[in-house]
Nanobody, 122 residues
Framework: QVQLVESGGGVVPPGGSLTLSCVVS????????IGWFRQVPGKEREGVSC???????YYQETVEGRFTISRDKFKNTVYLHMTNLKTEDTAVYYC????????????????WGQGTQVTVSS
């Protein structure tokens, strides 16, 4: 089965940076799209970013210019590089498969991991 393990979360001040990692296993090939969503307790999950098998990147508008998604196929790892963090970025971040890019939204139809907490404190 598909396994995704996120790490790298922590507590950072506004304006700080953080890099999340997600190790992926269980895919039959390494040609897949993958991304990140985040969720605050009691609220709907929010798509953050995704990257296709060809390396095309998509971002939710509130993070574009601040976050960068990348992947290392040799390590089966996807990253989310976050800079200029805001308090509004506080959430549990999940790595997930099968992203669907819709105007103004990124949704995930596949699997996701346990998440990693990101807290931006003022």
């Amino acid at each position: 089965q598909v396994q995704l393990v996120e790490s790298g979360g922590g507590v950072v001040p506004p304006g700080g940076s953080l890099t999340l990692s997600c190790v992926v296993s269980g895919f039959t090939t390494d040609d897949y799209a993958i991304g990140w969503f985040r969720q605050v307790p009691g609220k709907e999950r929010e798509g953050v970013s995704c990257i296709t098998s060809h390396g095309k990147e998509y971002y939710q508008e509130t993070v574009e210019g601040r976050f960068t998604i990348s992947r290392d196929k040799f390590k089966n790892t996807v990253y989310l590089h976050m800079t200029n963090l805001k308090t509004e970025d506080t959430a549990v971040y999940y790595c997930a498969t099968e992203p669907a890019v819709i105007v103004g939204d990124i949704r995930f139809l596949g699997s996701w991991g346990q998440g990693t907490q990101v807290t931006v404190s003022s």
